[in-house]
């Protein structure tokens, strides 16, 4: 099944070469910054049909005391099909780690009026940078930032509907969505720990809907070279119908964030700040509190809040003109999913965490970029150890 997948994706894409989207690198300057969406969407605006590309990065990952894991972590096709002047389809494909297939993006765009456009499908919820911008070229770093991993959950997308637009007037582009939620108990997985929201994704699998979560963006990029954001989302997680309505069942969501990225000359710098605030978070952990096999009772530390944030500075090290980059950065992140908790959840400071990145990002053609960095992990853990981890990648995007 896999090779007759395959055999088709070659064929379309022999077939849509002469519409695929050109391999220009990713601007410096973050105003004219694109996602593969925003290129699909972009690229045939001449001419009717198909489009297609893809991105694709492979790693290598050695901390302390381990041994190196290597791995394909993705392989992405991206599809999109113009019906009319109004009228757009964009998906992304995505391989992870070889053995996964997921659906990252799929939805249909109307043109209701310039500037206005209703979408609907399975879509990026506007959270922070990384989680709209996560083509590998789009950022340093072998991995990206790691709290967009626990408090953003990216890759974070569910089913929606909603409009977005640019108002080029005010230098302001928005988004406005209305999304199905994070599910509160998602097959034996359950809110909270390390890693946040981010077992409760329904990614567009028989996704289930009780409450309705409202998300929204607008970016600022009236100053040279800087784009400022302002995100926030709103909402509950979803539970099964036979517990809805019971108290615990389901947690409230109150999540905003602030995200920068500027540019001038060989310089660039990028931040964000994102802040969750959960609501029922002691009757949601004693709600789903069990029992194992070995007799031991198990419940979920689900946080009543999550804050996250990082700054990183970068320089190209060759001269602008050359069509080659050599960026070195270093970036700080501090993120907590614990960054407080309800009364019967004791604060686990394994939570509490910061890293150090420094490394290299090495642009070596429109699109294709070499990858090196080393990384300093700490957390608020009394005499816990630093870990030390390298890591190497490539990452490319056409």
């Known amino acids: 099944m896999k090779k007759v997948f395959f055999g088709l994706l070659a064929g379309v894409s022999l077939f849509a070469s002469a519409q695929t989207a050109p391999t220009d690198s990713i601007p410096t300057n973050p105003q004219s910054q694109q996602n593969a969406a925003q290129r699909l969407l972009s690229s045939n ?14 790693h290598l990952n050695r901390a302390t005391g381990e ?137 567009g699998a028989e996704s289930m809907m009780n409450n309705i979560n409202v998300s929204g963006k607008v970016d600022y990029y009236g100053l040279p070279g800087l784009r400022l954001g302002l995100s926030g989302y709103f909402g509950r997680t979803q539970s099964e119908n036979d517990v809805e309505d019971l108290e615990g069942a389901d947690v409230g969501i109150a999540m905003v964030g602030l995200d920068a990225r500027y540019a001038y000359q060989r310089f660039t710098a990028r931040g964000q700040f994102i802040h969750a605030s959960i609501s029922d978070a002691k009757e949601y952990n004693d709600f789903y509190e069990y029992t194992n096999g070995d007799g031991e009772i198990v419940r979920p530390d689900l946080g009543s809040a999550l ?18 980059q050599l960026h070195a950065f270093a970036r700080y992140e501090d993120y907590n999913t614990h960054a407080s908790v309800a009364e019967g959840t004791v604060k686990n400071l394994a939570y509490d965490r910061d890293e150090w990145t420094f490394g290299l990002t090495y642009k070596v053609a429109p699109g294709a970029a070499f990858k090196a960095d080393y990384q300093l992990k700490n957390d608020a853990v009394a005499g816990s150890q630093t870990i030390k981890q390298l890591n190497l990648g490539f990452g490319v995007w056409f």
């Open 67 to 203: 041994n190196a894991k290597l791995d394909v972590h993705r392989l992405v096709m991206l599809f999109g099909y113009k019906f009319n002047e109004r009228t757009q389809f964009v998906t992304e494909i995505e391989f992870e780690h070889v053995k996964e297939v997921y659906v990252e993006q799929a939805f249909l765009q109307y043109t209701i009026a310039d500037n206005v456009n209703l979408r609907a499908g399975l879509m990026l919820v506007p959270m922070g940078i990384v989680n709209e911008y996560h083509e590998p070229t789009t950022f340093n770093g072998v991995e990206r930032p790691s709290m967009d991993k626990s408090i953003v959950p990216s890759t974070w997308r569910e089913l929606g509907l909603g409009v977005s637009g640019k108002w080029d007037a005010a230098s302001l582009r928005y988004q406005a969505y209305m999304f199905n939620g994070f599910k509160s108990e998602n097959d034996g997985k359950f809110l909270g720990g390390k890693d946040g929201f981010r077992s409760g994704r329904q990614k």
């Open 307 to 324: 804050q996250g944030w990082y700054l990183e500075a970068a320089y190209n090290l060759l001269p602008q003109d050359k069509k080659q």
């Open 45 to 58: 605006l001449s001419q009717q049909g198909l489009t297609v590309g893809g991105y694709a990065e492979a």
